[in-house]
C-alpha cells in the first residue's frame, strides 16, 4: 500500500481535524445494487471508466453536469436523447439527412456520448455511489446526501469524513492509490454480486 502511494499526501496544516480516526480504517463494499462510480480529474478519469465497466457498474469520467441526480427527469430525457440518437446512427439514418443537420445531430451525439456514455443504461437513481475525490467530486457528493443516496468516498487528509458514510482514507492525487482502491472495490463489488447470485 505504501509502494501505491496511499498514505495521506497533504501537509498537516491543511489536514481536516475530524480525518484522525480514519487513518487506518478498513471497510467492505458490496451486495447486489446498482452503482454509480464517480471521478472526473485528469488522474483518475481512465481508471474511473476501466473499473467500472470490469465491475459492471455505471460511471462518470468526464465532468458531472450539475443536477445530473438531483435533476433525475432532465437527465432521463437526456438519456433517452441519447438512446434514440444511437439507434439513428446504427441504422444509417444520419447519413441519409441533409449534410448540415446529420453534422448537428453528430455533434449532439458526441457531446452526449462524452458526458452520459457512462450512465447511458443508467434507468434510475443508483443505490451507491462511490466518489473518488470528495474535494473535486463535491457537486456530486451534495447531491447524494440531498436525495439520501449513500456514498462510498476515497478521502484525503484534507476532505470531510463526516459527508461520506463510508470513507477510505488514501491519498486522491496519487494514480497508484487510486488505482490499489478501485481493484479493491471492483473485487468487492464482484464478490458481492456473484454471493448475490448464488443466494437468489
Keep these: 500500500m505504501m509502494e501505491a502511494g496511499?498514505?495521506?499526501g497533504h501537509g498537516t496544516r491543511k489536514w481536516n481535524p475530524r480525518m484522525a480516526p480514519y487513518i487506518s480504517a478498513r471497510?467492505?463494499?458490496?451486495?447486489g445494487k446498482q452503482l454509480l462510480i464517480v471521478g472526473t480529474k485528469n488522474k483518475a478519469a481512465d481508471?474511473?471508466?476501466r473499473a467500472a465497466i470490469r465491475a459492471r457498474c455505471h460511471y462518470v469520467s468526464k465532468k458531472w453536469l450539475g443536477g445530473m441526480l438531483t435533476n433525475w427527469y432532465t437527465t432521463e430525457t437526456r438519456l433517452h436523447k441519447l438512446r434514440d440518437l444511437r439507434t439513428e446512427q446504427?441504422?444509417?439514418r444520419l447519413d441519409r439527412l441533409p449534410k448540415r443537420d446529420a453534422a448537428m445531430l453528430k455533434r449532439q451525439l458526441s457531446h452526449l456520448e462524452t458526458y452520459l456514455g457512462g450512465i447511458k443504461y443508467m434507468a434510475g437513481l443508483p443505490d451507491i455511489v462511490i466518489i473518488?475525490?470528495?474535494?473535486e467530486e463535491y457537486t456530486?457528493?451534495?447531491?447524494c446526501i440531498t436525495l439520501g443516496i449513500p456514498t462510498i468516498c476515497l478521502i484525503?487528509?484534507?476532505c470531510d469524513p463526516d459527508l461520506a458514510d463510508i470513507s477510505i482514507p488514501a491519498n486522491d492525487d496519487a494514480i497508484?492509490?487510486?488505482r490499489l482502491i478501485l481493484n479493491k472495490l471492483v473485487f468487492a463489488i464482484c464478490e458481492g454480486r456473484s454471493s448475490y447470485i448464488r443466494n437468489s
Design 47 to 49: 481508471s474511473v471508466a
Design 156 to 158: 484525503d487528509t484534507n
Design 27 to 31: 471497510r467492505n463494499a458490496s451486495k
Design 90 to 92: 446504427k441504422k444509417g
Design 140 to 143: 456530486a457528493l451534495r447531491e
Design 6 to 8: 496511499i498514505h495521506f
Design 176 to 178: 497508484a492509490s487510486i
Design 132 to 135: 473518488v475525490d470528495q474535494q
